[in-house]
Nanobody, 126 residues
Framework: QVQLVESGGGLVQAGGSLRLSCAAS????????LAWFRQAPGKGREIVAA????????YYTDSVERRFTISRDNAKNTIYLQMNSLKPEDTAVYYC???????????????????WGQGTQVTVSS
C-alpha cells in the first residue's frame, strides 16, 4: 500500500505564494507519475499539474501555466507544488495522486491514478 500526505496549505492574499508538499511512503511505492488535483466548492476535481517520477516530464493545466511549478525530490519520495501569483479562483482543496504502473495517456483524469492523499485546503482572499 502507498500513503500520500499533503501539507503546506493555508490562507493567503491574492498575489501571494504557497508551496505544497506531498510525502509518499509504503513498501509498494514505485511511481511512474504523480500529480496535483484540486476541487473547488461545488465543482468537480480537476488536474493542476503532473510529473513523471524518473524523467521529470511535466504537465500543467492552462490556468496555472507560468504561475505554478511542480517538482520532485526522489530521495525524499516527495513532490512539491510551488504556487505563485495566486488568485481567488485558485481556492480549492488540493490533492496529491500517484500511479505506480506505466501509463502514457489519460493522465489528466482521476481514474488514471491509483493512490490519493487526504487533501489540503488552499484559500486565496481577494
Amino acid at each position: 500500500q502507498v500513503q500520500l500526505v499533503e501539507s503546506g496549505g493555508g490562507l493567503v492574499q491574492a498575489g501571494g505564494s504557497l508551496r505544497l508538499s506531498c510525502a509518499a511512503s509504503g513498501r509498494t511505492f514505485s511511481p511512474y507519475r504523480l500529480a496535483w488535483f484540486r476541487q473547488a466548492p461545488g465543482k468537480g476535481r480537476e488536474i493542476v499539474a503532473a510529473i513523471t517520477w524518473n524523467a521529470g516530464n511535466t504537465y500543467y493545466t492552462d490556468s496555472v501555466e507560468r504561475r505554478f511549478t511542480i517538482s520532485r525530490d526522489n530521495a525524499k519520495n516527495t513532490i512539491y507544488l510551488q504556487m505563485n501569483s495566486l488568485k481567488p479562483e485558485d481556492t480549492a482543496v488540493y490533492y496529491c495522486a500517484a500511479r505506480n504502473r506505466l501509463g502514457l495517456s489519460d493522465y489528466v483524469t482521476e481514474s488514471y491514478y491509483d493512490y490519493w492523499g487526504q487533501g489540503t485546503q488552499v484559500t486565496v482572499s481577494s
